[in-house]
């Protein structure tokens, strides 16, 4: 059997297969790392950046919040400030009312106008001190005589009520273990004698009675309401029936 010739025929160079030269193979990959370092530098970039601006805005949130806590104490400090000016404010106009009523009382009581009195007892004022002791302060006066001196012993009582019965306690009561003949006073135009008081417990008391004793001349009496001797303002002393 012969063999067919069309096994054996070369074949023509136009109609061999073309196949890519080696070096535009390396180009393309290259091309391909290029493309890819690139998209990876851009990503890198992007993120980068975007990491800055989250850290530039974390820190401008730490410095707003770090302003914000140091206004709100700066506020607080300057509330306290403030409260604590009112509150001596208010005390200075305590004080300044407290002159002025002094000034007003010295001068009445030298003022060339003023009416002459013998010895009396101007106010009384008392001050709780706790556990039923109280401390008082008693204005005496006179200027019916500016040029004698004026001296004796000053004893209070008390009229109040206990148990539901009234009781008057004296002054060998409200002082068992001090002067019992009373707290002396010596002066020539005014003085105020200050002691200390005790109310035996479940003692209200209603009204306080004053006595001054001066010597060679005979006693001198006041009263005033209790409320009236323990509040802010001492009252002036109204005469026994």
Do not use: C
């Not at 160079?13 to 890519?20: A, F, K, M, N, V």
Request: charged share 20%; hydrophobic share 40%; net charge negative.
């Amino acid at each position: 059997m012969a063999e067919d010739p069309r096994y054996h025929a070369p074949m023509p160079d136009s109609q061999l297969p073309e196949h890519p030269h080696p070096r535009a193979h390396l180009a393309l990959l290259a091309l391909l790392a290029a493309a890819l370092l690139f998209g990876l530098w851009g990503v890198w970039t992007v993120v980068g950046a975007r990491g800055g601006e989250a850290a530039t805005v974390g820190s401008e949130l730490d410095g707003l919040r770090q302003q914000v806590a140091t206004l709100a104490r700066s506020d607080q400090v300057s509330r306290e400030a403030n409260q604590d000016l009112q509150g001596t404010l208010a005390e200075r106009d305590e004080e300044v009312s407290a002159l002025r009523a002094d000034v007003a009382f010295y001068e009445r009581l030298v003022g060339s106008t003023s009416q002459r009195r013998g010895l009396t007892v101007h106010g009384l004022r008392l001050q709780p001190q706790g556990e039923g002791a109280w401390h008082f302060t008693a204005t005496l006066t006179q200027t019916l005589n500016r040029a004698a001196v004026s001296r004796g012993r000053l004893t209070l009582a008390v009229e109040g009520s206990r148990n539901g019965s009234l009781e008057r306690l004296e002054w060998s009561d409200l002082r068992p273990q001090d002067d019992a003949m009373g707290a002396e006073y010596s002066f020539k135009y005014f003085q105020q004698l200050e002691g200390d008081i005790l109310l035996p417990e479940g003692f209200t008391p209603l009204r306080v009675h004053v006595r001054l004793a001066p010597v060679g001349a005979p006693a001198v009496d006041g009263s005033f309401p209790w409320a009236d001797a323990a509040g802010d303002v001492a009252p002036r002393s109204s005469p026994d029936a």
